[in-house]
């Protein structure tokens, strides 16, 4: 048996959702430009009329829901170090499944070894809802099918929608996700389960995507290839203005800071980059990463050659967010052909 | 994603400045007695932890006590930049604030038997302080102690106290010498490396424990492994720009590690394996 969810009843079913959860989903602020965040109440009044879950990219991807670009560690005065946290209930709906992979990326990057009780408590709960993509929402920059992480998740999610004409098919990925659809029983409707017809949208969904590289050769090659050239020429374009970073769903580097004055104040952690010169400066004014070239080998050889080895998963999606933030044109897929030495377009 | 609270590694906890002792013009050592925990902030050897001035920052600072004399907690700290210059401001009953110890650690039994060579620059024989009065306080049974220490001038030596309590215990070494003599100064001149015939330095059941600025232990490492030390007869601590002390902040990445949690003890096979352009030395 399969579950059924009209696409006339999603708006119903987030305002639904809205009593229980904080709900997330992509929205159209402006023609093109889709942001990833809170429904609000404006957006009841207008009934939802600016989602979007059709195949527009959002420019930021759900990272900062977690791990926010800047959050409050502890506050502190005369009563102390005082700890502030957030766990509200968050439901994440119409994610796509590179994004999904970032998230669960960076869910085993700050689990590992002791859980990052900051992110952990804004994570913990929270519902993931993949529209999986029928067509590519970066058609020249995102190329999940070479990554391995789409269009559709395989798996990781709570629950995943695939479009079937006026419907989505439900699949259901976890406890919770079915918790879900049983609380909602107006608008998830018990249906046979049409899996030749999520086969075939799911198998064309992938067709469509024309950006392709040769991933697993370059994984293969960032183990032992040395492409000081490749990073010296990008080093040199660069402009090192950390867009790539911020918008990348498996970026999680963070500088903490102090403010405040007389005794009361709050510290403070922030997104940080690899490519800021800055970030590796030390007091003293020695810096070990000061050449261009270097910062540039960083980012790359972060992603495609120690995250493998150490997360057993590449720290590249293949959401094309770089690329598309790029103001120099600098992105992933690019470096991969470079390295990779061909096209590979098909 | 399980549903449990997790302790909260960032939250740093108050500690009482107990002792303050000038070592040179701009590096004090701290004895800080944590409060409110109840019992003693146990460490090893070679292991920092983050301190804290509310309001300024947070830096990592290595612990220079000896996890042998229990009770005591030591940090060396030279005023560098905001958060160290105002940590110089403070007197004994004043607070700073503390989280940790991370790290590895030193080896300890495996150097038993040894001859130990300690090699140190500047500031980097804090770190080094840690394991010496922890090797002193069971010297029987260790072999010979040298400790080769450098500095830029005479007045940047630190413990200068404590070389003398050092040179006075048998069967242990020390030498100093500094970049740039100052008239009242009658030591030796030149480089750590210069020290290594006079104390007739010899690879034989011998281990190097080095910390220093980078030029120093790349030189210094260097040297070692020319006249015979093994990859793992080199030990050394580093240091990096960090701000978490736990492995997610990022910034103390080389390569693949760490510093911060699988450091900032290494041997030089490791360091050597740290690609180049990270800039290591």
């Known amino acids: 048996m399969g579950t059924i969810l009209h696409k006339y009843d999603v708006k119903a079913l987030l305002i639904e959702a809205a009593g229980d959860w904080d709900v997330y989903a992509p929205f159209e602020e402006a023609p093109g430009d889709v942001a990833f965040r809170r429904m609000n109440e404006t957006d009841r009044g207008g009934g939802l009329a600016r989602l979007e879950l059709g195949d527009l990219p959002s420019l930021a991807g759900p990272k900062g829901l977690f791990f926010p670009q800047s959050e409050t560690l502890f506050r502190f005065g005369s009563g102390g170090v005082e700890e502030t946290v957030e766990s509200s209930p968050k439901l994440l709906f119409g994610i796509r499944s590179c994004d999904l992979a970032g998230l669960l990326f960076a869910d085993g990057f700050f689990e590992k070894d002791f859980a990052d009780s900051y992110r952990h408590s804004r994570r913990q709960g929270s519902l993931l809802v993949v529209k999986g993509c029928l067509s590519p929402p970066r058609p020249t920059s995102c190329f999940c099918v070479s990554a391995g992480t789409g269009p559709f998740a395989e798996g990781g999610f709570d629950l995943q929608l695939v479009e079937l004409g006026e419907d989505y098919a439900v699949e259901i990925g976890s406890e919770a996700g079915e918790r879900f659809v049983a609380d909602h029983p107006r608008y998830f409707a018990p249906r046979d389960s049409p899996s030749a017809e999520i086969a075939r949208v799911k198998e064309g969904a992938a067709e469509t995507l024309g950006l392709k590289v040769d991933f697993g050769k370059a994984l293969k090659l960032m183990e032992a290839g040395d492409f000081e050239k490749v990073y010296a020429e990008l080093g040199e374009r660069c402009i090192y203005c950390g867009a790539c970073l911020y918008v990348c769903p498996t970026c999680t580097c963070f500088n903490v800071f102090d403010r405040g004055a007389g005794g009361e104040g709050e510290r403070l952690r922030n997104w940080d980059g690899c490519v800021f010169e800055g970030y590796t400066r030390e007091a003293s004014g020695h810096n070990p990463r000061t050449k261009k070239s270097s910062r540039t080998a960083r980012r790359y050889e972060h992603k495609l050659k120690y995250d493998p080895s150490a997360a057993g998963r590449s720290g590249c999606v293949g959401c094309g967010r770089c690329l598309d933030a790029c103001p120099v044109g600098i992105g992933m897929s690019k470096f991969i052909r470079t390295i990779t030495g061909g096209t590979e377009e098909s | ?281």
Request: net charge neutral; with cysteine.
């Open chain 2, 1 to 281: 994603m399980t549903t449990d609270a997790v302790r909260n590694e960032y939250l740093p906890l108050p500690a009482l400045i107990r002792d303050i002792r000038r070592e040179t013009f701009d590096v004090k050592t701290f004895s800080l007695e944590p409060v409110g925990v109840g019992e003693p902030f146990a460490y090893r050897q070679g292991q920092f932890a983050e301190l804290s001035v509310l309001g300024l920052g947070e830096v990592p600072i290595s612990i220079t006590s000896s996890p042998s004399r229990k009770g005591h907690l030591e940090f060396t700290i030279r005023a560098a930049g905001r958060v160290t210059r105002a940590m110089h401001e403070l007197a004994i009953g004043d607070t700073m604030h503390i989280r940790g110890p991370y790290g590895n650690a030193f080896p300890f039994e495996s150097l038993k038997g040894k001859n130990l060579y300690f090699v140190a620059g500047g500031i980097g024989l804090a770190p080094l302080r840690s394991l010496i009065n922890m090797v002193l306080d069971a010297k029987g049974e260790f072999g010979n102690v040298r400790i080769l220490y450098g500095a830029k001038s005479p007045d940047e030596l630190c413990f200068k106290g404590e070389l003398e309590e050092w040179k006075a215990i048998p069967g242990v070494e020390v030498l100093a010498t500094v970049d740039r003599a100052d008239q009242g100064w009658k030591g030796r001149v030149g480089l750590v490396t210069t020290l290594w015939d006079e104390v007739g330095l010899s690879p034989a059941n011998a281990v190097a424990i080095l910390c220093g600025p980078p030029i120093m232990i790349k030189f210094a490492a260097a040297g070692l492994a020319e006249r015979g030390f093994g990859d793992g007869e080199i030990i050394m601590t580093l240091e990096r720009y960090m701000k978490c002390g736990v492995g997610k902040c990022g910034h103390c990445n080389i390569g693949g590690r760490f510093v911060c949690t699988d450091g900032p003890v290494f041997d030089y096979g490791q360091v050597k394996a740290m690609p180049a352009k990270e800039g290591v030395f």
